[in-house]
């Protein structure tokens, strides 16, 4: 697995700050989906950077976008619920996992495009 962003990436973000704030996110959605539980981890893993890839070109200050980002954040989110250091507490050891579901955790977008 690579887990530096196409060149694409990076250039096509209009602001410093924004290239920087999905650049984390990129990686950190990366990085988790490496301890996520699933047979499917590696169809997660280039679902995720064909995403990115995607919508590099798009303006993150355009609600579509703006939307698109919460729904990444989101997805990182339910990642992170499966580590190991969040499921026990802290404590590695605990042998009893917590595991909070949403009922509806992944809003679909309109159609309209």
Not at 47 to 66: G, M, V, Y
Not at 88 to 99: E, R
């Given at each position: 697995?690579?887990l ?18 999905l ?33 590099a070109?798009?303006?993150p ?9 919460g ?19 802290g ?23």
């Amino acid at each position: 697995f690579i887990l530096t962003p196409s060149p694409s990436i990076r250039t096509t973000m209009p602001s410093q700050s924004g290239n920087r704030a999905l650049l984390t996110l990129y990686k950190m959605l990366l990085r988790s989906c490496k301890t996520y539980p699933s047979k499917n981890r590696v169809g997660i893993y280039h679902s995720i950077r064909e995403e990115f890839r995607e919508n590099a070109h798009l303006n993150p200050d355009e609600p579509q976008t703006k939307e698109k980002i919460g729904v990444a954040y989101k997805g990182l989110q339910q990642l992170r619920q499966y580590n190991e250091t969040s499921l026990t507490g802290g404590n590695i050891q605990d042998p009893n996992w917590n595991v909070r579901l949403e009922q509806n955790p992944i809003v679909k977008p309109d159609s309209r495009d």
